[in-house]
């Protein structure tokens, strides 16, 4: 699908799945997060353009390749989207950070909007929204409206596990904003769960349940 790419690299499989264990520990659940977080950071930014500039190395001059254009912001949807935060920053210590507070109301499944805190500059900025989990996608389509009130030009979104509810309502409502998976899962359950997926994110790297 366009505006849809499906990371299979072999180790955020693997890891993906250590993750939908229900065994596995949160200390451990956490951990993987923030390495898969790192991992898909590789990918969504696999396409920024370069530019040649001139430097020196020890032995002669040369024409050496750095990433031009936009500088990054990285916007995790809180809680979950931060524990993708830390992996990101390793790979791109200067990117800038919004936080996006949304939680879904149980008995809606809407995003309720809680906290919001981004740069001033996001028009002049590439931001890259994160979320582990796309499952009505009513919280991802929250969180790029309000960056786009603010400004937001250019937003890539990126999650571990995605509903085709998900990215159906996602591409319907923001078409141009491209979406970075690590697996599509069959469907929701009755409760906007995503199946077989790995139960709620957020209580799982935090503790919560
Ligand atoms: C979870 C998850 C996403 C959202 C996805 O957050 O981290 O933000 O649900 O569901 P959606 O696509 O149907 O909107 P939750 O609301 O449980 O909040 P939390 O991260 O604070 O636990
Ligand atoms: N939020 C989660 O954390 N998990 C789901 O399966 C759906 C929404």
Same mark, same amino acid.
């Given at each position: ?8 690299? =072999? ?152 509903? =085709? ?45």
């Amino acid at each position: 699908m366009e505006g849809l790419t499906v990371v299979g690299h =072999p180790l955020v499989q693997h890891k993906l799945t250590l993750m939908r264990d229900k065994y596995l520990s949160t200390k451990s659940f956490r951990l993987l997060l923030n390495e898969v977080g790192m991992l898909l950071a590789y990918e969504v930014t696999r396409d920024l353009p370069l530019e040649l500039v001139d430097i020196e190395t020890p032995l002669a001059p040369m024409k050496a390749p750095k990433i031009a254009g936009k500088k990054l912001v990285f916007a995790p949807i809180l809680r979950a989207g931060v524990g993708f935060l830390d992996g990101m920053l390793e790979l791109v210590p200067s990117a800038r950070v919004a936080h996006i507070g949304l939680y879904r109301d149980p008995e809606t499944l809407a995003a309720v909007e809680y906290y919001f805190k981004a740069p001033a500059d996001l028009a002049e900025r590439l931001v890259i929204v994160m979320d582990p989990m796309l499952a009505t996608a009513n919280s991802a389509v929250a969180a790029v409206s309000r960056l786009k009130e603010r400004g937001a030009r250019e937003i890539r979104f990126v999650c571990l596990l995605a509903a =085709p509810e998900g990215i159906a309502h996602m591409r319907a409502e923001h078409p141009d904003v491209p979406i970075w998976t690590a697996a599509i899962d069959e469907r929701l359950n009755d409760h906007g769960y995503i199946l077989p997926g790995l139960g709620d994110a957020g209580d799982r790297m935090f503790g919560t349940k």
